[in-house]
Structures are given as structure tokens and as C-alpha cells.
């Protein structure tokens, strides 16, 4: 619990990171090349996967590639209270309602309270004058689909391996790879100015994300997923309270109040 609550106060502050950012795709490819770089080495101090490992890091790695270009995208025209807490809330809420209508899974009282507090949290700041553009939700609706898909992966996928710690620097080291490919071919090339304190800024974002997604992917091996998932949705929280406090952004009850909602949905849902 404690791993997956550090987490989520890392995976707020590195979407601030993102947020702030003039060129958020550029941004994010340096964030995930940094991370890259440093897992590069740690590679050679961990088993190798088994053969049964790989199909989950391979798969968790190219959806995180989605994740990525879509979370930029939902940032084009939303503000990170906004986007953060529909692209969170809306992960549990998709594993619930498919697991209800994909496997039959009958909803538990908790269960069908936080899909209903998560369903009226994104609507209420989906809805009002100083609500997201249209684009940013259904955006952020995407990544919170994408997440949904590479955190299931996840859960199940370190359990095949000696070492979680082992899983997650694969799939950084991975995903860094083909984050960095995938810019170079649609921008043409990857200019990265060692001089500039926006690759540094970015280098730093990149340490934080790569440290939340470590910390959660470590959480699943030594408890269930609901617990970690629970814990790790308080990151909706921190993200509001930093984008208030540092982004400018504006704190209205009533967005703090759907925020909050969506949380204890997420927390209700998971558990």
C-alpha cells in the first residue's frame, strides 16, 4: 500500500511534468528515452525473463506507446484537473463494466456505487462552462482504455517472472525504444539539445514516471490488484492539488467535489 500511495503522488507530478510542456510529444519521448538510458544498465543485474514473460512485456511496451500519444493529445486542449481524473477514473470503470458484460461478473453493492460515483465525477467535468473541449474527453477517455488494457497485462504478466523489479526495467526499456522510433519516423528525426534545461526538465519527468510505473508493477506482485488499483487512484487527488497549487489551474468546489468523487468511486470499485 505504502508503494502504491508513493505512486501515485509520482504519476500526478510527472503528468505536471507533461502538462507544462510546450511540445508534450517531445516532452514524453525524452521522459521515456530518459528512463531508457538509466534501466539500460540495471538490465544486466536482473534474471531474463522466461519465455513465458515476453508476449506481456512486448504487449505491455506497444500499449504504452498509445498510451502516450493519446495522453498528449487529451493535454492539447485540456487542463491537467480536468484530463487526469476522467483518464483515471475511467480504468476501473471500463474493467468493471467488462468484466460485467464480457464475463458475466455480477457487481457487488461497493462495485455498482463506484461505477455510479465515477460515471457522475467525469460527467460533472465533462459538463459546465469551464469544462474540457470535446477532443481533451474523448481523449481521455481512450487512455484510460489503453490503461485499463496494459494494467490488466501487467497484473498478470509479472507474476511469470523470478523478479518483478525484472518485468518492469524490460518494459521501460522497451517502451523507451519504441516511443523514440515511433517520434523519429512521424517528426522526421529526434533533435535533443544536451545545453537546453527543457531536456533536462524532461529528463527528470522521465525518472518520476519511470519510478510511479516501477513502484505499482512491484505493489501487484506482493498484493491483489484491486488493493494496489485502489491505492494508486488517489493519484486523482494529488493531481488537482497540483495543478492548483503549481499549474495556476482553477480550484472550484465544484470540480474538487467531482474529483473527489471519482476517487472514492475508484477506491469502491477496486475493493
Request: charged fraction near 10%.
Amino acid at each position: 500500500m505504502g508503494l502504491a500511495l508513493v505512486a501515485a503522488i509520482l504519476h500526478a507530478t510527472w503528468n505536471a511534468f507533461l502538462r507544462t510542456g510546450a511540445d508534450r510529444l517531445w516532452s514524453i519521448t525524452v521522459m521515456s528515452l530518459a528512463g531508457s538510458v538509466i534501466t539500460l544498465p540495471l538490465l544486466f543485474t536482473v534474471p531474463v525473463p522466461g519465455a513465458a514473460a515476453w508476449p506481456y512485456i512486448l504487449l505491455s511496451a506497444s500499449l504504452q506507446v498509445g498510451y502516450s500519444l493519446f495522453l498528449v493529445a487529451a493535454y492539447r486542449h485540456g487542463e491537467l484537473g480536468q484530463v487526469y481524473p476522467i483518464v483515471r477514473g475511467t480504468v476501473p470503470l471500463l474493467v468493471t463494466l467488462g468484466g460485467f458484460l464480457s464475463f458475466g461478473e455480477v457487481l457487488g453493492p461497493w462495485q455498482t456505487l463506484g461505477v455510479i460515483m465515477i460515471a457522475t465525477g467525469i460527467m460533472s467535468l465533462s459538463l459546465g462552462k469551464t469544462r474540457a473541449a470535446t477532443s481533451s474527453i474523448l481523449f481521455a477517455l481512450a487512455t484510460g482504455l489503453i490503461i485499463a488494457c496494459y494494467s490488466t497485462v501487467d497484473s498478470r504478466g509479472v507474476k511469470l517472472v523470478e523478479q518483478p523489479i525484472a518485468y518492469a526495467l524490460w518494459v521501460l526499456f522497451l517502451f523507451g525504444i519504441m516511443i523514440t522510433i515511433a517520434f523519429a519516423v512521424t517528426r522526421r528525426g529526434l533533435i535533443i539539445d544536451l545545453r537546453s534545461p527543457l531536456t533536462w526538465k524532461a529528463a527528470a519527468g522521465g525518472v518520476v514516471a519511470m519510478l510511479a510505473y516501477g513502484l505499482v508493477v512491484v505493489a501487484y506482485a506482493y498484493a491483489p490488484a484491486g488493493l494496489v488499483t485502489a491505492v494508486r487512484e488517489t493519484s486523482v487527488v494529488f493531481a488537482v492539488l497540483i495543478g492548483a497549487l503549481l499549474l495556476g489551474e482553477p480550484l472550484t468546489v465544484r470540480r474538487l467535489l467531482a474529483c473527489l468523487i471519482v476517487a472514492g468511486g475508484a477506491i469502491s470499485v477496486s475493493l
